[in-house]
């Protein structure tokens, strides 16, 4: 191998261990990197001259307007998170389906459908369906691994039920790569893809992993009836029960079509949906009385926290990828993947292996920003639809939030969660979901129309 190559190498390995060792991702990244390219100069084999690109790519992420959605998306979540409404839906939803076994679990799932479609949260929602609901299943008799599973796994359906900042960020990364991949091969009419186009592709698979994960509940109190009984716990008549399931319903429905309809209708970009979603957010706190000067400033201190830190990791990576570039480690990994045997089919599995098995120890964040830019080339260098791609690895990524040992979701269940609820308890819980979240990603892969009729539908 050659030398710049091997440095590309274990550059790559570096970073990974400097992120598990707990250091800050951001600074991991360009600190490592930098050191690298020094010792690639003194060696001869880098040229510090590419970090003359630097400046440029820092103003390119500051100046782009789909990525100012971020913010105002997480905005946007925690101010509805703020104004209850996720309380009332599962106080609601809980009366319509409670009398039914796996009923709360169905009801949990429901709402952490309704909220990723509006909130995208996923710290917010586990920890708010955590503190809510799981006493309730607890205290109905449910087994304690079906209860936490059925939280942790409805809380993450943000990430994959647009509109989601994991698809903008994911959408921003690609849509870069995929240009250049068709300009390298000659062709010079590229059809547009951004955020719009993975909001699009990501419905009819979002929807297909709840429908599993209500079957599995569905499934599971069939199965073993003990483990999920009825429960209602409620004296209002049917009338009463439906009139405040509408009363709680409609607010934020009426949010998402307003931020995702106009989205998908071509009327607004992602960012002005997101800004307008931040206004409806915050006027739904000030109806229900929840628009205080303390909340205002608690919900924008959570605001700035993530997005620094998601911003923070971009500008790292700008200089991972520059480094890890200039050491040849793209072609590298770009000869790699398409001289395997099985071509295509088997390069897609390995990416596929690789960012499951990474989410075990990291974030999506960091995989999109990291090893999206390494691979995406590789796998662009087939004739494959980048709508396609992005949900499948969309959908993969969801699955690090519940797998141990940093699963977020797993993090933030464990805090919420009482002292007879064991860690292994949270582990066995989620397993199952993790299964059907790879079941959905096998049927994406075979049918990939799941992913790309729609936006072809609404966008052309």
């Not at 980048?386 to 979701?409: C, D, E, H």
Request: hydrophobic letters at 55%.
């Amino acid at each position: 191998m050659p030398l710049n190559e091997l440095l590309a190498v274990c550059l790559l390995v570096a970073v990974c261990l400097g992120m598990l060792s707990g250091f800050p991702v951001a600074f991991t990244l360009a600190g490592v990197s930098i050191a690298f390219a020094a010792v690639g100069s003194t060696l001869g084999q880098f040229d510090f001259a590419l970090y003359s690109a630097i400046p440029s790519r820092y103003f390119g992420v500051m100046t782009n307007e789909v990525l100012v959605a971020v913010p105002l998306f997480v905005f946007m979540g925690f101010m509805l998170e703020r104004s209850k409404i996720s309380q009332d839906l599962l106080i609601t939803m809980g009366q319509c389906f409670g009398a039914r076994r796996g009923g709360i679990g169905i009801s949990v799932m429901v709402v952490g459908m309704l909220l990723a479609a509006s909130t995208g949260i996923v710290g917010a929602t586990v920890v708010t369906m955590g503190v809510l609901s799981l006493p309730t299943m607890l205290k109905a008799g449910y087994d304690k691994k079906l209860a936490v599973g059925t939280i942790c796994a409805s809380g993450t359906l943000g990430q994959i039920i647009p509109p989601s900042i994991a698809l903008v960020i994911l959408a921003d990364s690609l849509s870069g790569i995929y240009t250049e991949s068709q300009l390298a091969k000659g062709n010079y009419i590229v059809e547009p893809f951004s955020a719009l186009d993975l909001f699009a592709g990501a419905l009819i698979p979002g929807l297909l992993l709840v429908g599993l994960y209500i079957l599995w509940l569905v499934v599971v109190a069939t199965l073993r009836p003990d483990s999920c009984p009825a429960y209602y716990d409620s004296d209002m008549g049917r009338r009463e029960v439906y009139l405040q399931v509408a009363k709680a319903l409609v607010p934020p429905c009426v949010l998402i079509l307003a931020v995702l309809g106009s989205i998908l209708a071509g009327v607004a970009t992602p960012t002005e949906a997101a800004s307008f979603g931040g206004v409806g957010a915050m006027t739904l706190a000030l109806i229900r009385r929840q628009l205080t000067l303390n909340i205002v400033k608690a919900v924008a201190l959570s605001t700035v926290r993530v997005s620094c830190m998601v911003f923070a990791i971009l500008l790292g990576a700008s200089i991972f990828s520059l480094t890890f570039r200039g050491l040849g480690g793209d072609d590298l990994v770009k000869e790699f993947l398409t001289g395997l045997p099985g071509g295509f089919l088997t390069a897609m599995l390995i990416v596929m292996m690789l960012v499951f098995l990474l989410g075990f120890v990291l974030d999506f964040i960091e995989i999109i920003f990291i090893v999206v830019p390494i691979v995406a080339p590789a796998l662009f260098h087939s004739d494959i639809s980048p709508v396609w791609l992005g949900i499948m690895l969309a959908i993969n990524l969801q699955t690090s939030f519940m797998t141990p040992p940093f699963g977020w979701a797993l993090f933030y269940m464990r805090g919420v969660a009482p002292k007879s609820v064991a860690t292994l308890d949270i582990y066995k819980g989620v397993a199952p979901f993790i299964g059907i979240q790879l079941v959905v990603l096998v049927i994406v892969w075979i049918f990939p129309t799941l992913s790309t009729w729609l936006p072809k539908v609404l966008l052309g």
